[in-house]
Structure formats: C-alpha cells, structure tokens
C-alpha cells in the first residue's frame, strides 16, 4: 500500500494540475492569453533551481536566437525568450548571494571581477547623479543581469571542463543557422551593400552588431576547425561552422568587424612568437610619433579619399578612411565630437548611464551633421564602448572599461603561457582572439546593452578568469 505521504503527493499533484487547468480555461475566456504562459513560468522556475546549470546553456544556446519584442503600450521592449529568464536567474543569484554569504573567492577577488565591479559601483554612483535617473538604473540593471549571469554564474560553469567546450557549441550552431538564414535573405535581394544593414532581422537589429559578434567567434571556430583534437564528425562541423561564420563576416558589410579580426590577427602573432614588451612598447611609440609628425600630411590624404561604402568590397575596404563623404564615417565623428561636447560640460559625474541617446541631439554642430543626422538625436548611441562612458559617466567612467579590458587582455595573456595543456592553451587564444575583436570594434561600435554581445564578452572573460585561476600550472 502506498503510504500517506505518497497519497498526499498524488493529491497534491492533481490538485494543482486541476487548478493550473481551471486558470486556462478562464485566461481562454476572458482572452487574457498571456496567462497561459504561467506553467511554463513556473516549470522554468523550478528548473533554474533545481538545474541552474542546464538553464544557463539553454540560455546561451537560446540566445543567438533571441528576438526582440517591444510592447507599445506599455513602452517597454526586451529579448524573447533570454531577457526574462536572465533577469529570474540574476534574483536567484543574488538570493544565493546573500543566503550563503559567499561567492567562489578566486573568481571574485581577481583582477577581472573587480575592475567589473568597479564599473558597476561607477555606474550605480553615476546613476544616482544621473540627469534622466530612471533610464540610468534601467541601464544600470541591465548591465547587473548581463554581468550577475554571464561572467559570475557561468564561471562555475566552467569548472566542469567538459562545459567549456559545450559552451562554444551552443552558440556556434545557432549562431551559424542565424548565419545561413541571413545569407538565404540576403541572395534573395542580390547581395547588396545596401540590403546588408537589414537582412539579419529579427535576430539582430542592424549590421554592425551581427558582424561583431560573428567576429568573435570565427577566431574559436577556426580553432575548433583546425587545431583542437576531437574526432572527425566534430571536426567536419567545425569546418563548416568556421566557413560560415567566415562568409558571414565577409557578407555582413561591417568594416569595423573586418578590421577587428586584422587586429586580433596581429595580436595573435605577437603573442605567439613572445615579442617583448620593451619591443611593443619602443614599436607603439615610434608609431605614435611618425603619426604625430605626419598629422596634417595623413588627415590630407583622408580628406582626399572620396571613396564611398559600396557592394565592392576592396571600395569597401577603402572607405574606412574617408572622413569627407562618407555618411557613415563622418555620422559617427559626428557622435563622438557630441560626446566630447557633453563630457566637457560634466566630466567628472558624466550625464548619467543609458542618457546619451536622449541628451545628445543639442551637442551637434550644424557643420558636423550629415544627411543621416537627426534634429532630434533619436537614432542611437555614441558609437564608442570608450567615449559613451565618458559622456555618461565622466572620467571614471571611461577609466574603469580601459581598466577592464587592460586587466581582462593581461589575464588571457598569462592564461595562454601558463596554461598546464595544449586544448586549454588552445582554448585560451581563441578566447583571448575573440575578445580583442570585440574591444578593437568598440573604438567603433557598443553593443554590451544587447544579450547576444553581452553573452560572448562577459562569458570569454568569465572563461579566462578561470583558466588563470584553475587551469594554470603552478610555478
């Protein structure tokens, strides 16, 4: 005979199956159907509870994928479905935060976690001084979530050596099938400079960002490709992994994104043959001062290149430069010489996180606006992951992210020499490779507000935390 708690729970089973049941019907009636979202809300719940782990690589598996959502009515706009998770596994994570007491030492004293945190701190006080307070700790937020779930929870992820691999994975494959669907669209209207802003939607908003993170991860794919050992079935998909993101980065039109991997790609070679840094250091100098003497000489040269972005990718590549008719090129001069204007006017608190975008319109000069300009400077951010901190929250502001990728670029650095096997020291570059894509981009483009960038950069540097922590030789 089953016992009384075995009968308890059978009632206490069909009793809930019977209510959850009865709500349906009633959300049905009254066509309040977005109650019938509530069991998967609280089978989602259980499961960040009770397999935290396993909801982390949905998440990172589901986030290539994500869609954004704006709700009209209510003004608000998030990603489907990894914003809402993120933000339940961010209150989990500070429940068990203050419910332990603790945190895993090694991973929140390093280097890396406390420039982090640092930021955070900046950005919380910035907040608070903010001139739009509410869009500055809406922001404020977003970046905790990013941080709380992307570098923190996933870095006990990576203790488990077997997830690091895993972790790669599930964003490669989406990520290549976001690929695949994007060039599917893009064939179907010829391939055109022009129609590569758009075609990668509803995944991603704009170009720029889907070259960045396709950046990010052609250096790891080419490594899983090429240079980790792993049997023949995952090698082949590696390859056409690599290719595709390859392609992708190629066809997505994104000059910073092109320019990003030439940069990893050098540092990649320094790095490897141990160029010392005396070397780097005399080799920065001399050519920072043969710039400095050729100033006007070079800037002559930029305002002579009339070359426009076009479907021609060697034209292309030789708009990067043209600073006198290009619209893209002088639009983003344009928003840094805006958000010199405004760190003038508070450089030391900054304008408030997030306010850029709202604050920026009347720091335009009417000979710096271009034909994309807007009077009411409704069309995004600063372009810069260096000079929007600035505009918004001051000298520190702009300190605290240099500080971090300084900090984040040595931790990889050591965790590539030191680390105690060739899959780790592998693994080490590549990651190393993807951020300095990404950091290399963010003197042009930022994107750290959006999940599918925030996954790869706080997730890389969360992974490196480790390494240097756990899966370096001891000397």
């Known amino acids: 005979m089953k016992s009384i708690a075995d009968q308890l729970s059978n009632k206490t089973i069909i009793l809930i199956g019977v209510l959850v049941g009865l709500f349906n019907v009633l959300f049905i009636v009254t066509e309040n159907f977005w109650g019938l979202l509530i069991p998967f809300i609280l089978a989602l719940v259980a499961a960040t509870v009770l397999a935290i782990d396993k909801v982390l690589l949905f998440l990172v598996f589901s986030t290539p994928l994500s869609i954004f959502y704006y709700n009209p009515d209510l003004d608000v706009g998030f990603t489907l479905p990894t914003e809402p998770i ?8 500070f429940f068990r935060l203050i419910y332990y007491g603790s945190f895993d030492v090694k991973v929140w004293k390093h280097p890396v976690s406390l420039a982090i945190l640092f930021s955070l701190f900046w950005m919380f006080v910035t907040s608070i001084t903010s001139e739009m307070p509410l869009v500055s700790f809406k922001s404020l937020l977003g970046r905790v979530w990013f941080v709380s779930v992307f570098f923190y929870l996933m870095s006990q992820l990576f203790l488990f050596k077997k997830n690091i691999r895993l972790f790669f994975w599930l964003f490669m494959i989406p990520l290549s099938l976001v690929v695949i669907y994007t060039l599917y669209v893009h064939g179907q209207n010829g391939f055109g400079k022009d129609t590569s802003t758009w075609v990668m939607f509803p995944f991603f908003k704009e170009h720029t960002s889907y070259g960045a993170v396709l950046a990010m991860y052609v250096p790891v794919a080419f490594v899983f490709a090429f240079l980790l050992k792993q049997n023949l079935n995952l090698r082949v998909l590696a390859v056409l992994i690599f290719f595709i993101l390859f392609i992708g980065v190629i066809m997505s039109f994104t000059r910073a994104a092109w320019l990003s991997l030439a940069v990893a790609f050098v540092a990649m070679l320094f790095i490897v043959f141990k160029v010392r840094k005396e070397i780097i250091g005399v080799m920065a100098v001399v050519t920072l001062v043969i710039i400095a003497m050729s100033w006007d000489t070079i800037m002559l040269k930029f305002q002579k ?7 021609n990718l060697t034209e292309h590549v030789e708009s990067i430069s043209n600073v006198s008719s290009d619209a ?12 010199f204007r405004m760190f003038k006017e508070r450089p030391w608190l900054g304008h408030g996180p997030g306010t850029y975008m709202f604050l920026y319109a009347p720091y335009q000069k009417p000979h710096d606006k271009t034909i994309i300009s807007t009077n009411a400077g409704d069309l995004g951010n600063a372009h810069s992951e260096y000079i929007g901190p600035l505009a ?3 000298v520190l502001g702009a300190l605290s992210i240099i500080v971090l ?11 590539y020499y030191k680390a105690q096997s060739r899959e780790i020291k592998l693994i080490a570059m590549a990651t190393l490779m993807g951020l300095i894509t990404y950091w290399t981009h963010g003197f042009l ?4 507000e959006m999940d599918k960038a925030s996954c790869p950069v706080w997730g890389f540097s969360a992974l490196l935390v480790i390494i240097h922590r ?6």
Request: aromatic share 14%; proline share 0%.
């Open 328 to 339: 893209s090129n002088m639009e983003r001069i344009n928003r840094w010489k805006s958000a």
């Open 445 to 448: 483009n930022n994107f750290l």
């Open 405 to 415: 990728v300084v900090v984040t670029m040595v931790t990889g650095i050591q965790a």
């Open 392 to 394: 918004e929250s001051g």
């Open 470 to 475: 756990f899966y370096c030789k001891k000397f």
């Open 305 to 311: 290149n009339d070359q426009v972005s076009s479907d």
């Open 86 to 93: 993120l933000f339940g596994i961010m209150l989990l994570f």
